[in-house]
């Protein structure tokens, strides 16, 4: 199944001159969701980060052991906030691997990535997409295809991987943070990850940071102190704030650290 079977209504409203950085992520995973133009934004960012596709195919790496993690400690509801465009290893086939009555909500802004993600679940059970911007939290909090599904007063996991990137402000990014983990109980949990320049040399961060500038929406990357803050508060389960390939590492074939343009967590609420 490809995009063109799954077009938005008014494909039209979509500019499909520029990058997105939803698509872009789906091509460095291998998926067929993307456009010309998304495919050479995304071979520019790799011939200029050759570790590119390395780094985002750990932090998707991480984002699967932290779901596992998470239902493991009981946790069998999930919002899954900037989930991006469907692919291989999505959260409900990770959670229901180990527990069939898993639910997940989905979010994204991006409108082929919701309209793939609809077409995909339609005959899935338990398991909504909704269109909405993370950073507008009553609505998300309060569309139907979150309140219908979770259940508010049971432990929830708020996944938060790779998308707090995409906002710019440390206020308003520390906003998102602080209101969608407001509401949970005790027993439920946040897992984060977030792009950093740490490990990646100062021109070959310039040449990215122009790249995705030109995205849309822009990618920004963080420092280690500017994630970590994004966490103060919070109880991080060990070994903390790591890179992806060092957070709960499976026996799996890892990334080095090195090579690893992220940095991941997860923190008991």
Do not use: K
Not at 86 to 96: F, L, S, Y
């Amino acid at each position: 199944m490809t995009w063109l079977e799954v077009q938005p209504e008014d494909l039209s409203e979509i500019d499909v001159r520029r990058p997105n950085s939803a698509r872009m992520y789906d091509y460095y995973l291998g998926g067929s969701t993307n456009f010309e133009s998304d495919r050479d934004a995304a071979r520019q960012v790799i011939a200029a980060m050759p570790d590119a596709v390395t780094s985002i195919r750990a932090n998707r790496s991480f984002l699967a052991r932290a779901v596992r993690f998470c239902v493991q400690q009981g946790v069998e509801q999930f919002l899954d906030l900037g989930s991006g465009v469907p692919t291989v290893g999505n959260v409900h086939e990770v959670a229901r691997w180990l527990d069939p009555r898993a639910r997940v909500a989905y979010v994204d802004n991006e409108p082929v990535a919701v309209a793939h993600g609809r077409h995909l679940l339609r005959n899935v059970e338990r398991t909504t997409v909704t269109e909405a911007d993370l950073r507008d939290i009553d609505r998300v909090l309060t569309a139907d295809g979150v309140t219908q599904l979770l259940d508010f007063d049971r432990p929830i996991a708020v996944l938060m991987v790779s998308v707090l990137n995409f906002v710019e402000d440390d206020d308003v990014a520390r906003e998102v943070v602080r209101r969608y983990t407001e509401p949970l109980v005790p027993g439920s949990f946040l897992a984060l990850s977030h792009v950093t320049p740490e490990s990646v040399p100062p021109e070959v961060a310039g040449r990215v940071a122009e790249l995705y500038r030109n995205a849309n929406p822009p990618s920004f990357w963080r420092s280690p102190a500017q994630i970590s803050a994004l966490l103060e508060g919070f109880d991080l389960v060990p070994p903390g704030l790591v890179t992806p390939s060092q957070w709960h590492p499976d026996g799996d074939q890892e990334a080095e650290p090195a090579q690893v343009a992220y940095l991941a967590g997860v923190a008991e609420i």
